[in-house]
Each structure stands twice: as structure tokens, then as C-alpha cells.
């Protein structure tokens, strides 16, 4: 199967930025910086990262498919809301496992209009990525139904996210893909603005701390060039589900991290993410043909 190399490249690099932003957000939020915070804050210097790379046509006036931009947007930073209280609610473990489910919500809308097609191996791939990132996380099924909001919270997290990718696969074409994303991350930044004018207090806690702020920078730099990554890979290759069974080889990007650097775990949950990261790279092999 002959497949465009930025489908799977692009989101291959997200995946490998994954474990830095990871150490960045666990610092921040280490410091007292709110999760909410550091998400704003990275929405505005994504939309800066956006706006310095692409090259979007038409000027500033918003009209017809524009608006399909400007509600992803919307669906986005949704998306992140829902994440952001997942996590603040329940085990790390169970909200990262759930995530998974987002690589269904895009399979099952990319072919049920025709944007991808319903082959054996995107099919088998999606259901291999899913069960691979819920190993690799730590998840388990009594940690499901002990922590029932951080599910339905994730779960909604992955539809938001799971529209917002699709849409940007399969609409983005109509506008272009560069102006598609300065509008989609323009609105998100927006909306992150009025986040950040309610939460002042963590404003003038971070213009006092430098180094806070410069990793809580650093975060938004990660993501921002992440998100330009994966987006890229969503708008101008149009194959939303293949990139995101291959960005979901993030969660193996973490474990690797973690072992590099000498980081030892409970010898069965070795185990477990060592069978996660077995189906994992089957699940690239076969969306990939190999």
C-alpha cells in the first residue's frame, strides 16, 4: 500500500516531542500553575507558531466554510477542557488509557463519508492502537469503573477531539489547509485569552517567577509544534485515522523516555506496557502494510 509520507512522518515527530511536553506540564503544574493555565497559555503560543509557518490566503473576513474553521476551533479547546478535568479528577492512568478511544471516533467518520477507506488494515489497526495505548497507560478495568467521571470525562474529551480531526481532514481542503488552522487556532486562542483574564492571580504568580514562566513556555512551545505537526499531517494529506494510530505510538514514546533515563516501575506494570508496546508497533505495521 503506497501511502504519503507526511501522513505518517508528520505525526511521528508529534508523537516524539510527547515526553518532553509531558516533563514540561508536570513541572508547571509541580509549581502550582493550574492545568488550565498551561493549556491557555499554550493555545496562544501555538496560534503564534501557526501563524509565523503557514501562509494563509484571503484576509481577515470570515465567511461561508470559514465558519467550519472557526467551530473547530471551538471543538477543540472543548476538547482540551474535558481533558484538563478528566485529569484533575481522577488517576492519570485511566484518563491516558481512555484516550484511545478518540482513534474509533475518526476511523468511524472518516469512512462513513468516504474520506478513508474500509480496509482490513485500518480497521485492525485502530482496534490494535486502542488496546495498545490502554496497556501502555496502565489501564485496567477495575481502574475504569472505580474512576467512572474520569472515563466519561476522557470519553467526551475524545469526541471533541475526535470531530476536531476529522473535520480538519476532510474540510480543511475547501478553505485551504493554511488558513483552515490559522482560523481553527485563532479561535481557540481567543477563547484562552478570556480563560487567562479569569485567572489573573496565576498571571502575576508566573511574571514574578521567571523560570515557571519558562517552562511554562516551554510547554506551549512543545505543543505548539506538536499540534502544527499532527495538524499538517490532518489537513493536507487527508487521512485522519492512519495519522492518529500513528501518533498514538506517543504513549510508547513516553515509556521509551522513561527508560532512557533510568526511571524504574512495579515489574507488572513493566509487563503490561511491554505488551502494549508489542501491539503497538503491530498496529503500525499494519495500517503501514509492512
Known amino acids: ?35 488550565s493555565v498551561l493549556v491557555a497559555v499554550a493555545n496562544l503560543v501555538t496560534g503564534f507558531i501557526f501563524l509565523c509557518y503557514l501562509s494563509p490566503n484571503g484576509g481577515w473576513e470570515i465567511s461561508g466554510r470559514d465558519w467550519w474553521a472557526v467551530g473547530n476551533g471551538a471543538l477543540f479547546f472543548l476538547g482540551q477542557w474535558f481533558s484538563t478535568q478528566s485529569v484533575k479528577t481522577g488517576d492519570l492512568a485511566v484518563h491516558s488509557s481512555a484516550l484511545g478511544m478518540k482513534v474509533v471516533i475518526v476511523g468511524f467518520l472518516s469512512i462513513m463519508v468516504g474520506l478513508e477507506p474500509s480496509s482490513w488494515n485500518l480497521v485492525c489497526g485502530v482496534v490494535l492502537a486502542t488496546l495498545a495505548v490502554f496497556l501502555v497507560s496502565g489501564g485496567s478495568a477495575e481502574g475504569w469503573r472505580t474512576h467512572r467521571a474520569t472515563v466519561g470525562l476522557t470519553l467526551a474529551a ?44 496565576q498571571m502575576v504568580m508566573l511574571a514574578g517567577n521567571p523560570r515557571i514562566t519558562v ?46 533515563i533510568g526511571r524504574k516501575s512495579d515489574p507488572r506494570f513493566v509487563r503490561k506496557q511491554s505488551l502494549g508496546a508489542v501491539l503497538m508497533v503491530i498496529a503500525l505495521a499494519v495500517v503501514l502494510g509492512i
Not at 470531530?163 to 480543511?172: C, M
Not at 505543543?223 to 485515522?241: D, H
Request: aromatic content about 10%.
Open 1 to 35: 500500500m503506497t501511502l504519503p509520507g507526511g501522513a505518517v512522518w508528520l505525526p511521528l515527530i508529534g508523537a516524539a516531542l510527547h515526553p518532553l511536553l509531558g516533563w514540561c506540564i508536570q513541572k508547571g503544574t509541580s509549581h502550582g500553575v493550574r492545568l
Open 215 to 260: 517552562v511554562v513556555v516551554g510547554a506551549g512551545l512543545l505543543l505548539g509544534l506538536q499540534a502544527l505537526a499532527v495538524n499538517l499531517a490532518f489537513s493536507r494529506y487527508g487521512q485522519p485515522t492512519l495519522s492518529n494510530v500513528v501518533y498514538s505510538s506517543r504513549g510508547l514514546m513516553a515509556v521509551l523516555f522513561l527508560y532512557l
Open 158 to 201: 475524545c469526541l471533541f477531539f475526535g470531530i476536531n480531526d476529522f473535520l480538519t481532514g476532510w474540510q480543511s481542503r475547501e478553505i485551504g489547509p493554511d488558513r483552515w488552522l490559522i482560523l481553527m487556532m485563532g479561535t481557540s486562542g481567543i477563547i484562552s485569552i478570556g480563560l487567562l483574564c479569569r485567572r489573573r492571580e
